[in-house]
């Protein structure tokens, strides 16, 4: 995607007091660096949206990027289309990722109708949509406003329309946590991070990013309405999840077709 690459260098140096991690400027610039070497399985994952946008986007409808940050997702849906007519709207709640987003999106020619607007996810006025993405995103909501927001999702999608979640996930299970969080460590490791920088990378998310467990979304999911969910990708403590409202395999095979 159209993005500069710059390098992920924010916790490099030794921080006395590590402030709370925010997605602003300094994180921006170097947005698409950190998260592809933080998160394994990143550009899977987008990838994977394209498709499932592919086989769930209908004829006149919405698609929602929820925490669009510079657009990749944004782009997955725009890229996987067709020609259906669908109105694609990115939203973000940081004016820096706004920014760069509307810069990235730009640079690409489509005529599929985009808007990025600079908004709290939890005051959208959705429209009738079918595909809405949380792409990392609902991990940085608080705790007490999760099952609202679902609900909230389930209600804007059409029949057949679907919900792909990807979120940092814990484990109940103590030495299966510790195991993922040691591996996952490795695999920054070998994207260039240093031990200081993962440990003051950690502490700044400590309080910002929290994890929950594959059941607790399922649950979740489930609560607020969804007929069918279930994890399609997992690498590490990293998962995602698709959620269908009310239809039919057969619904979705004709999609495909159509
Ligand atoms: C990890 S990033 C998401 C990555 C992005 N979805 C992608 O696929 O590349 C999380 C994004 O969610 C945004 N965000 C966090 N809380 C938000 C909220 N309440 N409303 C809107 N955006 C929010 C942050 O500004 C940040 O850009």
């Known amino acids: 995607m159209p993005q500069t690459n710059n390098p992920d260098k924010i916790y490099r140096q030794y921080q006395q007091n590590t402030q709370e991690f925010q997605f602003d400027k300094t994180v921006a610039d170097v947005f698409s660096d950190m998260i592809k070497r933080s998160v394994p399985g990143y550009e899977n994952i987008v ?41 694609v709207i990115g939203v973000d ?61 389930y209600n804007a999608l059409l029949p057949g329309g679907i919900l792909i979640l990807s979120e940092k996930i814990q484990f109940s299970d103590t030495y299966k946590n510790e195991l993922f969080t040691d591996i996952h460590h490795a695999f920054k490791k070998t994207q260039g991070y240093s031990d200081l920088e993962i440990s003051q990378k950690r502490n700044a998310l400590e309080n910002v990013l929290i994890p929950e467990t594959k059941e607790t979304h399922l649950n979740r999911l489930q609560n607020a309405g969804f007929e069918h969910s279930d994890l399609w990708f997992q690498c590490l403590n990293f998962a995602s999840f698709f959620a269908i409202k009310n239809t039919t395999k057969n619904t979705i095979k004709s999609t495909i077709n159509n």
């Not at 769930?56 to 657009?71: M, R």
């Not at 690409?108 to 595909?131: G, H, R, W």
């Not at 705790?143 to 909230?152: F, G, M, Q, V």
């Open 93 to 153: 709640n940081s004016a820096a990722m706004v920014e760069k987003c509307l810069n990235n999106l730009n640079k690409i020619k489509t005529n599929i109708n985009y808007q990025i607007e600079c908004q709290d996810v939890l005051e959208i006025d959705f429209k009738p949509a079918s595909v809405i993405v949380l792409n990392f995103t609902l991990q940085f909501i608080p705790l007490e406003y999760r099952d609202d927001l679902l609900r909230k999702i």
């Open 47 to 87: 990838e994977m949206i394209g498709v499932l946008t592919q086989a769930h986007a209908q004829q006149d409808s919405h698609c929602y990027d929820l925490g669009c940050s510079l657009g990749a997702s944004t782009l997955a849906i725009i890229h996987n289309l067709g020609d259906k007519n669908c109105q």
